[in-house]
């Protein structure tokens, strides 16, 4: 049986300490040399005794001093870290010296490590530098100030909506700050509750967002929230649920042509307009009449899936106004609205009346009708009669004045007057006749016809063309022509060499319109001469004389042989 080993607590106190914590492993090996005998100084590394012996008690002198290089002593600041090997080999009160005895070789050799620790600390230098002074800490800046959530987002509405699907929109908040916006929570809860779950995993950018994979007729409470890096804004809701329900077609009314503008009819007609429309599933068409419910009694309306007939068997004045029809799917609709005019004849001139009389003229005035016939007055018709025969004469014609004045009237004649108003639709069945009438005085005419002085229109005879000598063939007939003038009409005479030719059949004398012509009809050899025209009347006389020259024919070389 080995030894009892001493307390190592009482030789810890003596050994030097270690400078630093790091050489502790160092000076406290796996395996230790065994602890030198009496008298003998203890080596750098010692042996550990073999696994399963018992360790070798220390010797209960006092050991070998360390060498005059060594560290000192440890003090109270030596860390405890430099005590924790010695401590655990050591058994303490409360151990019993059997469970001591039973420690492994390992912690039985931390005392004979710790006797070689001073040999190994010798070789570090004599003087150790002191810990280098802690810098002084710059001071704490003050903290930032919280950042604030956005407004909420606005007009947050339904865009388009499936079995499965609903498509909001949305613009973003009013008020954003200095923080940004980073997106968009959008959260959805089923009607009736307050389970509100957001439906994006991450934040939404855009204004616009489908939310999937919903179960079809669940109705869905919606809303939005801003988020940034001061939180979450107030959320927008719609102030509806909504109908997780297909809209196939929305509704859309195909108002025709014709009626985009005011639709005219007269009193009695019957009337039958067809306005198509669309929508998937069947919508639910309703009608008004300026604003309020339709009077079955008065107007017929019959729907089908693709048009709406609003039917009205005999239309009065009444029938006029604005009809609006509104076409819905659900929370879809279109409307459209017509204008619809009954007309009819307008009624006569309120009043008329004549404001003077003067000369063949007749002033009169009148005032607009009374009734219109539900549409403008688009002129007037003025009549006259004679009191003598009592028919009727139209004067003027879709006339547009309240005033006109009537001429060419007869004089001594006494003449009454009425007016008819029009419109679009024809002109008044009855006229309002004026109660005077219209006597046209007769006055006394002096008639003094002009003195006209009457013009000497007498001329002597003058010549304006003259004759012209002439050359002509023997056997070709020519003429002579000279024009005259002179009133009253002169007196024509043709002479050849100064003798009158008178009567001669070979000579043809002509005189028309001034103009003078002698025909000499197939001239001789003896017919060449002086010819003259000598024109003759009361104021005096005129002559003109020419020469005329008779050539014989050209005769070939052949016939003169």
Request: with cysteine.
């Amino acid at each position: 049986m080995p030894s009892k080993p001493a307390p190592i607590k009482k030789a810890a106190k003596k050994e030097p300490a270690k400078k630093e914590e790091e050489k502790a492993p160092e000076a406290a090996p796996a395996e230790a040399a065994p602890a030198p005998a009496e008298g003998e100084a203890a080596p750098a590394e010692a042996a550990a005794p073999a696994e399963g012996e018992a360790p070798a008690a220390p010797p209960a002198e006092e050991p070998t001093p360390p060498p005059a290089n060594a560290p000192a002593p440890a003090t109270e600041e030596t860390p405890a870290a430099a005590e924790a090997p010695a401590d655990a080999a050591a058994p303490t009160e409360e151990t019993p010296p059997a469970a001591a005895a039973e420690a492994p070789a390992d912690a039985a050799a931390a005392p004979a490590a710790e006797e070689g620790a001073p040999a190994a600390d010798a070789e570090a230098p004599a003087d150790a530098e002191a810990p280098a002074p802690e810098e002084p800490k710059a001071p704490t800046p003050p903290p930032p100030p919280p950042k604030e959530p956005t407004s909420a987002p606005v007009d947050l509405f339904v865009e388009d909506k499936n079995d499965t699907s609903v498509t909001i929109i949305w613009s973003q908040p009013e008020v954003v700050g200095d923080s940004g916006l980073d997106g968009y929570t959008i959260e959805v809860c089923k009607d009736g509750t307050e389970d509100w779950k957001a439906v994006n995993e991450d934040l939404q950018k855009s204004c616009r967002y489908v939310i999937k994979n919903q179960t079809t007729g669940d109705r869905l409470k919606i809303r939005v929230v801003a988020v940034n890096a001061g939180g979450r804004s107030p959320p927008v809701a719609l102030p509806e649920a909504v109908l997780v329900k297909e809209v196939a077609n929305r509704p859309k009314v195909r108002l025709p042509r014709f009626l985009r503008q005011r639709y005219v009819a007269q009193v009695g007609e019957k009337i039958n307009l067809s306005i198509p429309f669309t929508g998937k599933p069947k919508p639910v068409v309703t009608w008004t009449k300026n604003g309020q419910p339709l009077d079955t009694k008065r107007v017929n309306i019959r729907s089908t899936d693709r048009d709406s007939i609003l039917f009205i068997r005999t239309s009065e004045r009444e029938d006029s106004g604005v009809y609006e029809m509104c076409v819905k799917v659900e929370d879809f609709e279109d409307k459209a609205s017509l204008i619809l005019q009954i007309v009819e004849l307008p009624g006569p001139p309120a009043s008329v009346k004549i404001v003077d009389t003067w000369g063949f003229n007749v002033a009169l005035e009148w005032t607009a009708p009374k009734d219109n016939g539900n549409t403008e007055i688009t002129g007037y018709t003025v009549q006259k009669a004679d009191k003598k025969t009592g028919d009727w004469f139209t004067v003027l014609d879709h006339y547009h004045r309240l005033n006109a004045t009537i001429s060419d009237l007869i004089m001594g004649n006494v003449y009454k007057f009425r007016v008819f108003s029009e419109n679009k639709v024809g002109v008044s069945e009855s006229a309002t006749v004026a109660k005077e009438e219209a006597k046209i005085l007769k006055t006394a005419i002096d008639y003094k016809p002009p003195e006209y002085k009457e013009r000497d229109y007498t001329e002597a005879p003058k010549f304006t063309t003259s004759l012209s000598d002439r050359a002509a063939t023997v056997g070709y007939s020519t003429k002579l022509l000279c024009s005259v003038r002179g009133f009253p009409k002169p007196k024509v005479i043709w002479m050849k060499n100064q003798m009158i030719i008178g009567d001669d059949p070979k000579y043809r004398q002509v005189c028309v319109q001034g103009i003078c012509t002698l025909e000499i009809r197939k001239p001789g050899n003896f017919d060449g001469g002086v010819y003259s025209c000598k024109a003759k009347n009361t104021l005096g006389e005129a002559t003109v004389s020419c020469k005329l020259e008779v050539k014989q024919p050209a005769v070939p070389d052949a016939e003169k042989k």
